[in-house]
């Protein structure tokens, strides 16, 4: 279980496999200069947290090895901020994973 750490002020645990989707989405988007909201559960509460590229965040994992990532997954995250301008977690759909796809 690794943390995704927003502003030094508020730490989220988040499986490995899902944090490095998130950052491979976050980054992406920070580095087309887009702002948007991720909305989330924590500790049985929802809540939004406002990104932007001057945002500080921080991925850390718990493993020393960066999980598989699935394209099919990206795909969805991204589309669905892009069409909401909020980012949120879904269940990660079946499909093809490429055990070297680095994209961020």
Partial sequence: MGI??????????VDDRLLAHLQ???VDKFRRNETFAM????EGRAITLWM???????????G?????????????????????GVLRIVHEPSARI???????
């Fill in 4 to 13: 995704f750490i927003y502003d030094t002020k508020l730490e989220l645990p």
């Fill in 24 to 26: 491979i989405v976050i």
């Fill in 39 to 42: 909305s989330l559960l924590h």
């Fill in 52 to 62: 932007s590229p001057q945002s500080r965040v921080q991925f850390v994992y718990a």
């Fill in 64 to 84: 020393n090895r960066r999980p598989s990532i699935n394209p099919a997954w990206l795909d969805v995250l991204s589309d669905r901020a892009g069409m909401s």
């Fill in 98 to 104: 490429e055990p070297s796809l680095t994209r961020a």
